[in-house]
């Protein structure tokens, strides 16, 4: 096989996946073996008043929204992964933003996902006092940067 068989379409988008899935569970097993799930929350302050590290299950999606919807998100968390994985596989040949950003979509997806599909909910713990901004992780902050990757590459298409 030449060298040219073996490129991979869209590498960023499966380093970019590959980093955030990772990441994210990685986070969550240190926060699964270092915290006990009580109420109300066991945290430990890192910025006291500003920074938290605070264990809390949220059986909803981004910001507890849909709270004990998690038999219907798990299937939703699926079939974006899916879709993703096939617009990687078959789709075109991206700009690397678009790549980067497709590939933390489904980096954050997978890692939410793969806890509803688990345990049917999904393990936050970044807890940012300063702002009163709802716990979340790893996952949830790759959804955002590829969400500001796509709006970069759509704004810099234009």
Request: contains cysteine; proline residues 4%.
């Amino acid at each position: 096989m030449s060298s040219q068989q073996l490129k991979i379409k869209n590498p960023l988008f499966w380093w970019a996946s590959s980093l955030a899935l990772i990441s994210d569970r990685l986070t969550k097993e240190w926060i699964l073996a270092t915290y006990a799930l009580t109420v109300p929350p066991q945290t430990t302050p890192i910025i006291p008043g500003v920074f938290h590290i605070t264990y809390v299950a949220n059986t909803g999606a981004a910001f507890s929204l849909f709270a004990n919807g998690s038999l219907w998100l798990r299937w939703l968390s699926l079939i974006v992964s899916l879709g993703l994985i096939v617009w990687g596989v078959l789709g075109p040949r991206l700009d690397r933003w678009q790549q980067v950003g497709y590939g933390c979509l489904l980096g954050g997806a997978l890692g939410n996902g793969i806890d509803r599909f688990l345990t049917g909910e999904v393990v936050d713990f970044l807890d940012f006092r300063l702002i009163q901004f709802p716990v979340f992780n790893v996952a949830d902050i790759a959804i955002n940067i590829g969400i500001a990757c796509l709006l970069w590459s759509a704004w810099r298409q234009r």
